[in-house]
């Protein structure tokens, strides 16, 4: 059974940064995509970033609303996927999930594509 679990996540003002961590355990990922999805209060969980690799290539992809911003990373020795968030702005509050699938192909913006989840961990960024 996979386990996906979130670090990192705290308070911080306006324009400040934080590193998101998930940590991935029960199987190793050779080749897969995994992201970071965030869900606000009253709102529907969305997309922020993936990341996906092959033992060729890697490809990173991103919302517009973080584009710039945010990085995706991943530790393939350590299983670990990051997220470093710079410039933070009050509307990038929310509960950030980590998440990853083993499905080959599919839509990497939709919740659906992805069949592990973690916990998530709030990200608080105050004005």
């Known amino acids: 059974q996979v386990q996906l679990v979130e670090s990192g996540g705290g308070l911080v003002q306006a324009g400040g940064s934080l590193r998101l961590a998930c940590a991935g355990s029960?199987?190793?990922?050779?080749?897969?995509?995994m992201g970071w999805f965030r869900q606000a209060p009253g709102k529907e969980r969305e997309f922020v970033a993936a990341i996906w690799w092959s033992t060729w290539s890697q490809n990173t992809r991103y919302a517009d609303s973080v584009k710039g911003r945010f990085v995706i990373s991943r530790d393939a020795a350590k299983n670990t996927l990051y997220l470093q968030m710079n410039s933070l702005k009050p509307e990038d509050t929310a509960v950030y999930y980590c998440t990853a699938t083993t499905v080959p192909s599919g839509t990497y913006y939709s919740t659906q594509f992805y069949n592990y989840w973690g916990q998530g961990t709030q990200v608080t960024v105050s004005s």
């Open positions: 029960g199987r190793t990922f050779s080749s897969s995509t």
